[in-house]
């Protein structure tokens, strides 16, 4: 039998420059689940609570905005990408 387990993109995001990229690559795709997860991926990446507390908001507030079964309001999203180049 085959031992799988699920892949983690956070666990491979080790750079700001491979987070962008990351995002970028969402964005293109254009579909909106797509970039929730990316931001959620990049967000577990670098620490959730640490984007929580940087975007001024509680920690499971962050959880719930990112999980899929989520809805993010735009005004969550910038303080999450604010360090994304455009």
């Not at 970028?24 to 967000?43: K, M, R, S, T, W």
Request: net charge negative.
């Amino acid at each position: 039998m085959l031992n799988t387990r699920p892949w983690d993109a956070a666990e491979h995001l080790e750079s700001e420059e491979e987070m962008a990229a990351y995002l970028d690559a969402a964005l293109e795709d254009g579909d909106a689940a797509v970039v929730v997860a990316a931001l959620g991926d990049i967000a577990r990446a670098k620490g959730m609570t640490q984007i929580a507390r940087d975007a001024g908001l509680g920690r499971e507030s962050l959880y719930e905005a990112l999980s899929p079964a989520g809805n993010p309001e735009f005004a969550t999203r910038p303080p999450l990408d604010n360090g994304r180049k455009h």
